[in-house]
Each structure stands twice: as structure tokens, then as C-alpha cells.
């Protein structure tokens, strides 16, 4: 993804909580968004930050930092159904669009 | 409501050939986006287009085309079929221009698998 960067795949046990980090370059940002994408299926929408600070949902939480360009997406108590890509996408200020990470590929285990 | 949909959702065509894919967004979404998410690569943005505007587009070639309809449903055409333009074509809606805030995240329609041989 053009200036986005997050881990292409991670690993993590049914139960258990993880960490998906996303660093983006910091010049015209204007947002920052989660998605879900399952194998075969469209991406769905998780969270989006503006500004410093944790947004909680549930089980799935979003933290940003604007000075650092890093962002994460906290998963709490995974379950199977949670294996899926995470996409990260930084909004483009003044052109108005979503630039995408590559994703992060996670499998979650028994 | 009804979703993003898409048709067709899997396509195969050949190098050369033009192909036109369809989109219908969300009721009441005026804006409509086309991205791209080869393997490996990611959603790269292709087009936006608002209110029958085209707004912005990515780092394209110009055989990658498109339109939006009065009635904000939209097309991406592509001329001159080549081999690295086997993708998943997501097309996307939002309620308002920005697509960069709470209220009007984009939201994906399941796409169309076109496969160039």
C-alpha cells in the first residue's frame, strides 16, 4: 500500500488478545480506518479515528497517534470467526480518498 | 437496506478485449468509488465519482475508465485488456463526498473477479 505499512500476516489463539500496528505518512491525513475483509468477501467497515486516543467497540478497539502516523487495532477474547484480512486505510485530505495498507492476514488458532 | 451491488461477479476475458462492470450504490449514497485489489497488492484507488463528477483518480492508465449515472449508479470500463489487469474490482459508496468520516465510511460491494487470459 502506497505509504501505509502494517504486518502482512500474523498468528494468534482462540481466547487471546492481539495487536495489529499500521504506520502511515502524516502529510494530509485525514482519518484513519480499519475494515475487515474475509476471504472471498467485501470489506466491512471496524472503526475510524480522528483524533489521539482509544476508540473501544466491543471486543475490537482503535488507538492513534497523529504525531507518531501509527495507529493499532486491539482484538480482545478472538474468536475463529475473527480470521480475516485487516486493511488499514489512511484518508487522502483534499483528493477525498481512501488509501489502503496491503492488509494484515490473521489467523486465529484453537 | 440493500448493500453495494455488483455484476458481474466473475469475468474472464482476453488480453485486448474491453470489459464494463457495474455498480449500484447504496440508496441515498451519491458518491462511488473503484478500487482495484490485485493479489498481494492491496485496494489501490482507481476513481471517484460524485453527483455524476468524476472527482479523482488513481495512478491509472487512461483505458481505465468510467461514469456515473443520474441515478448514482455507476460503470468501470477497461479498454485493452492486459494480463496484470486480473484483480477484484471493488466499487464503494458513501453518503457524502468525504468518504473520510464516521457518519459515511465507505462501504464495499462483494466485486467482480475479472480474470485476463
Known amino acids: 500500500g502506497q505509504n501505509i505499512d502494517q504486518p502482512t500476516e500474523m498468528t494468534a489463539t482462540e481466547g487471546a488478545i492481539v495487536q495489529i500496528n499500521c504506520t502511515y505518512q502524516?502529510?494530509?491525513?485525514?482519518?484513519l480506518f480499519w475494515y475487515q475483509q474475509h476471504a472471498g468477501e467485501a470489506p466491512t467497515f471496524l472503526s475510524y479515528?480522528?483524533?489521539?486516543g482509544l476508540e473501544e467497540k466491543g471486543r475490537f478497539s482503535s488507538f492513534l497517534s497523529r504525531s507518531k502516523g501509527y495507529s493499532y487495532l486491539l482484538l480482545k477474547e478472538l474468536q475463529m470467526k475473527d480470521s480475516a484480512s485487516y486493511l488499514c486505510?489512511?484518508?487522502?485530505?483534499?483528493?477525498?480518498?481512501?488509501?489502503f495498507g496491503t492488509g494484515t492476514l490473521l489467523a486465529v488458532q484453537p | 437496506e440493500a448493500g453495494v451491488t455488483q455484476s458481474p461477479t466473475h469475468l474472464i476475458k482476453t488480453r485486448g478485449q474491453q470489459v464494463t462492470l457495474r455498480c449500484s450504490p447504496i440508496s441515498g449514497h451519491t458518491s462511488v468509488y473503484w478500487y482495484q485489489q490485485a493479489l498481494g497488492l492491496g485496494l489501490q484507488f482507481l476513481l471517484w465519482?460524485?453527483?455524476?463528477?468524476?472527482?479523482n483518480r488513481g495512478n491509472f492508465p487512461p483505458r481505465f475508465s468510467g461514469r456515473q449515472f443520474p441515478n448514482y449508479s455507476s460503470e468501470l470500463n477497461v479498454n485493452a485488456l492486459e494480463l496484470e489487469d486480473s484483480a477484484l474490482y471493488l466499487c464503494?459508496?458513501?453518503?457524502?463526498?468525504?468518504?473520510?468520516?464516521?457518519?459515511?465510511?465507505?462501504?464495499f460491494g462483494n466485486g467482480t473477479r475479472l480474470t485476463v487470459t
Open positions: 502524516t502529510s494530509g491525513f485525514n482519518g
Open positions: 465519482y460524485d453527483e455524476g463528477e468524476e472527482r
Open positions: 479515528n480522528v483524533l489521539d
Open positions: 464503494a459508496s458513501s453518503l457524502t463526498t468525504g468518504g473520510a468520516s464516521y457518519n459515511s465510511p465507505l462501504h
Open positions: 486505510a489512511r484518508g487522502g485530505g483534499a483528493t477525498n480518498k481512501l488509501i
